[in-house]
């Protein structure tokens, strides 16, 4: 399932693993407990199928602007 969710999308979306890192690292700062990979894969597909990287303003698009 994970070579799945690494595909090469040109709308900013992070891999799975790029996001899956970043949202585990912000839960540990602020003490909250990370996520499992069965966690993340289900939150992060919500996030893919929701266009969530390219329809909010967040870190994933914001990182090509200049």
Do not use: R
Request: glycine fraction near 4%; charge should be negative; hydrophobic fraction near 35%.
């Amino acid at each position: 399932m994970a070579k799945q969710l690494e595909l090469n999308f040109d709308d900013n979306t992070p891999t799975f693993i790029e996001w899956f890192t970043a949202v585990n690292v912000e839960h540990h700062k602020h003490g909250e407990k990370p996520y499992t990979i069965s966690e993340g894969v289900e939150v992060y597909k919500k996030l893919v199928k929701s266009n969530f990287f390219t329809m909010q303003s967040n870190i994933w698009n914001s990182k090509n602007e200049n």
